[in-house]
């Protein structure tokens, strides 16, 4: 089987030699390459190879007609060319076999030792004069050198494409990014972070190498200062292109209970995650936070270093308020009998970002000696983010009532600006777990601050069942005094009050004076006589804006009647005084004359 397997093979090698090969003079030797052999001649191989040379010149006495290459770097094909180089045959050096040149020189001593302007020396001027001065081309020598380590390395293969790779990418942001300033209307120049940049082409080069030979990469081109962001970029592409076969990892809420293959392709998934995870820049934002969260559910399913995955949850923590509810509902990967969902792992992520120190206002790193403070405004994000998570996790059977208050307590009280989501999910809670006691539900209570939920929130929690009667008695105290501001009874300001109904609550829950059933009815009573009364006064309020509507509509009637009339007046006026200065038949000499003349007849 395995000469019927070789024999093709052999024979298309064959083929190929001799249509260049000397067919007119037999061969006097054979070689041997992995199982591949080539009919040669000695000649021409001795003359560029020092390796041959030394077999033929140690077995002198010896005919030698078969000479055994075993590990030769690059196989037949690399052997091959080498051959075509002894025989003088014109090849071409290209980025897809001058490693294997300068591999396959390496181990048959093709120097300038045994002849000028050997085979290595060629192909190491390719390499530093045409393939260091192409990005793509030392991408493409690199994913060549994946088959030749660690000769490949040993001979600065690696280092050199690394260091040009680097340095190329790096010279072509910085002319990238000179097209993106400009001058700001205060006549400034200044970087338009808006404005796209060209000089990240390379980051689809790079996801065809292997993790390794990426690694090197990406460490190099943050020694020579490529921009995080780009850098992020590029991880993120690589990771979405390495694991775009097994596309359930990057999905696990769909298939929380994924049975991965075990074996050298599971180490190879788990070297990938572990190495994105070590490259990720130090500064925030550099990679999206569903990123980070993919990152951390593929490291628990492939069961990464603890390292690793306490990385990811400090990463996730310092920009916990940027994550959205999908992503911090996380499968668990433990026995039957647990809960659905990763408590412990959000709980860890939880106490990072509300224990972060420090008063750097840019958050623009992950260093662990310099945290940043939370803002309120990212406070009141997480506290959303926190109350949604409790509801989604509550009607988990398996949930113990420890873990969910110790969930909702991780953030401070000021976090919360309403509890009416938290009291949601602890309803939610009570109607799943009915087997609690009265002292549990009490205790899951103590982390609501009543005097923060919403008029409907309150409405609702004063009728539920669910709740312990101590509760419900606080929250009766509570809407009685809403009521009285309502109303505007003389009682104290708001703080005050709330905090002193608060107090005689707790003095009532441990009081063996008066019963909590009497507190209760006697609330209950109260507070519907204030709920009477209330609308009574919204009945009386109504008349009286009814009334003061009809009033100013009044007022406006007569005011326009009495404005009509003044101007009419105005009028007659201007008509009466208007006649006499300026009509000629009406002057006062004419009148009078004639006023005159009569009287005169009558005398």
Same mark, same amino acid.
Request: net charge neutral; aromatic share 6%; glycine share 4%.
């Given at each position: 089987?395995?000469?019927?397997?070789?024999?093709?093979?052999?024979?298309?090698?064959?083929?190929?030699?001799d249509?260049?090969?000397?067919?007119?003079?037999?061969?006097?030797?054979?070689?041997?390459?992995?199982?591949?052999?080539?009919?040669?001649?000695?000649?021409?191989?001795?003359?560029?190879?020092?390796?041959?040379?030394?077999?033929?010149?140690?077995?002198?006495?010896?005919?030698?007609?078969?000479?055994?290459?075993?590990?030769?770097?690059?196989?037949?094909?690399?052997?091959?060319?080498?051959?075509?180089?002894?025989?003088?045959?014109?090849?071409?050096?290209?980025?897809?076999?001058?490693?294997?040149?300068?591999?396959?020189?390496?181990?048959?001593?093709?120097?300038?030792?045994?002849?000028?302007?050997?085979?290595?020396?060629?192909?190491?001027?390719?390499?530093d004069?045409?393939?260091?001065?192409?990005?793509?081309?030392?991408?493409?020598?690199?994913?060549?050198?994946?088959?030749?380590?660690?000769?490949?390395?040993?001979?600065?293969?690696?280092?050199?494409?690394?260091?040009?790779?680097?340095?190329?990418?790096?010279?072509?942001?910085?002319?990238?990014?000179?097209?993106?300033?400009?001058?700001?209307?205060?006549?400034?120049l200044?970087?338009?972070?808006?404005?796209?940049?060209?000089?990240?082409?390379?980051?689809?080069?790079?996801?065809?190498?292997?993790?390794?030979?990426?690694?090197?990469?990406?460490?190099?081109m943050?020694?020579?200062?490529?921009?995080?962001?780009?850098?992020?970029?590029?991880?993120?592409?690589?990771?979405?292109?390495?694991?775009?076969?097994?596309?359930?990892?990057?999905?696990?809420?769909?298939?929380?209970?994924?049975?991965?293959?075990?074996?050298?392709?599971?180490?190879?998934?788990?070297?990938?995650?572990?190495?994105?995870?070590?490259?990720?820049?130090?500064?925030?934002?550099?990679?999206?936070?569903?990123?980070?969260?993919?990152?951390l559910?593929?490291?628990?399913?492939?069961?990464?270093?603890?390292?690793?995955?306490?990385?990811?949850?400090?990463?996730?923590?310092?920009?916990?308020?940027?994550?959205?509810?999908?992503?911090?509902?996380?499968?668990?990967?433990?026995?039957?009998?647990?809960?659905?969902?990763?408590?412990?792992?959000?709980?860890?992520?939880?106490?990072i970002?509300s224990?972060?120190?420090?008063?750097?206002?840019?958050?623009?790193?992950?260093?662990?000696?310099c945290?940043?403070?939370?803002?309120?405004?990212?406070?009141?994000? !997480?506290?959303?983010?926190? %109350? /949604? @998570? &409790?509801?989604?996790?509550?009607?988990?059977?398996n +949930? $113990? =009532?420890?873990?969910?208050?110790?969930?909702?307590?991780?953030?401070?009280?000021?976090?919360?600006?309403?509890?009416?989501?938290?009291?949601?999910?602890?309803?939610i809670?009570?109607?799943?777990?009915?087997?609690?006691?009265?002292?549990?539900?009490?205790r899951?209570?103590?982390?609501?601050?009543?005097?923060?939920?919403?008029?409907?929130?309150?409405?609702?929690?004063?009728?539920?069942?669910?709740?312990?009667?101590?509760?419900t008695?606080?929250?009766?105290?509570?809407?009685?005094?809403?009521?009285?501001?309502?109303?505007?009874?003389?009682?104290?300001?708001?703080?005050?009050?709330?905090s002193?109904?608060?107090?005689?609550?707790?003095?009532?829950?441990?009081?063996? !004076?008066?019963?909590?059933? %009497? /507190? @209760? &009815?006697?609330?209950?009573?109260?507070?519907?006589? +204030? $709920? =009477?009364?209330?609308?009574r006064?919204?009945?009386?309020?109504?008349?009286?804006?009814?009334?003061?509507?009809?009033?100013?509509?009044?007022?406006?009637?007569?005011?326009?009647?009495?404005?009509?009339?003044?101007?009419?007046?105005k009028?007659?006026?201007?008509?009466?005084?208007?006649?006499?200065?300026?009509?000629?038949?009406?002057?006062?000499?004419?009148?009078?004359?004639?006023?005159?003349?009569?009287?005169?007849?009558?005398?």
């Amino acid at each position: 089987m395995e000469r019927s397997a070789v024999a093709p093979c052999v024979s298309s090698h064959q083929q190929r030699i001799d249509q260049w090969i000397f067919l007119d003079v037999p061969s006097d030797i054979t070689i041997d390459v992995n199982g591949a052999c080539f009919s040669l001649h000695k000649f021409p191989l001795v003359s560029q190879s020092g390796r041959i040379r030394k077999l033929m010149a140690e077995h002198k006495d010896v005919d030698i007609s078969r000479v055994d290459l075993l590990n030769l770097p690059g196989g037949s094909d690399a052997f091959e060319l080498a051959a075509k180089f002894c025989y003088g045959v014109h090849f071409e050096i290209t980025p897809g076999n001058v490693a294997q040149l300068l591999c396959v020189s390496e181990y048959l001593e093709m120097t300038d030792q045994y002849a000028a302007e050997n085979l290595a020396t060629r192909s190491e001027a390719y390499l530093d004069g045409v393939i260091c001065k192409n990005l793509e081309m030392c991408v493409e020598v690199l994913q060549q050198c994946e088959s030749l380590l660690p000769l490949a390395d040993k001979l600065k293969i690696v280092s050199r494409c690394v260091d040009a790779i680097a340095s190329k990418a790096c010279a072509d942001q910085i002319a990238s990014s000179f097209t993106r300033l400009e001058y700001s209307s205060s006549g400034r120049l200044h970087m338009n972070k808006h404005a796209k940049s060209n000089g990240d082409w390379w980051i689809e080069d790079l996801s065809i190498l292997r993790v390794d030979l990426y690694q090197r990469v990406i460490e190099a081109m943050k020694c020579r200062g490529v921009r995080p962001e780009s850098i992020g970029s590029s991880l993120v592409h690589f990771a979405e292109n390495s694991f775009k076969k097994i596309p359930s990892i990057w999905n696990i809420a769909s298939h929380p209970r994924l049975e991965l293959v075990n074996g050298s392709l599971t180490c190879e998934r788990r070297l990938v995650v572990e190495c994105i995870a070590s490259l990720l820049p130090v500064e925030k934002h550099a990679v999206p936070i569903g990123f980070l969260f993919g990152l951390l559910r593929s490291a628990m399913m492939l069961d990464c270093m603890m390292s690793c995955r306490l990385n990811l949850e400090r990463r996730i923590g310092s920009q916990l308020e940027l994550a959205a509810l999908d992503d911090i509902l996380i499968p668990s990967c433990q026995n039957a009998g647990d809960t659905l969902f990763d408590i412990e792992t959000i709980y860890r992520i939880l106490v990072i970002f509300s224990q972060q120190e420090g008063s750097d206002d840019d958050g623009s790193s992950y260093d662990s000696d310099c945290l940043n403070t939370p803002s309120q405004t990212a406070m009141v994000k !997480v506290a959303k983010l926190v %109350d /949604n @998570y &409790l509801a989604e996790i509550a009607p988990d059977s398996n +949930l $113990k =009532l420890a873990k969910f208050i110790a969930i909702a307590g991780t953030l401070p009280g000021y976090a919360r600006t309403t509890d009416d989501g938290l009291y949601r999910a602890i309803d939610i809670y009570l109607k799943v777990h009915k087997e609690l006691s009265d002292l549990e539900r009490r205790r899951l209570c103590k982390i609501v601050d009543f005097q923060k939920l919403s008029e409907e929130a309150s409405s609702h929690a004063s009728q539920n069942e669910r709740l312990p009667l101590q509760a419900t008695v606080q929250l009766l105290y509570i809407e009685q005094v809403r009521l009285g501001n309502a109303l505007g009874c003389s009682y104290l300001d708001d703080k005050q009050k709330l905090s002193h109904q608060s107090q005689r609550v707790g003095s009532c829950m441990f009081s063996g !004076v008066t019963s909590p059933r %009497d /507190n @209760y &009815l006697s609330l209950r009573r109260q507070n519907r006589e +204030l $709920k =009477l009364e209330l609308a009574r006064m919204r009945v009386r309020l109504n008349d009286l804006e009814r009334g003061h509507s009809c009033m100013k509509q009044d007022l406006k009637n007569s005011s326009s009647q009495k404005l009509l009339n003044s101007i009419a007046r105005k009028i007659g006026n201007l008509s009466f005084f208007g006649r006499s200065p300026f009509r000629g038949d009406n002057s006062p000499s004419k009148n009078s004359q004639k006023s005159d003349t009569s009287l005169t007849g009558r005398t």
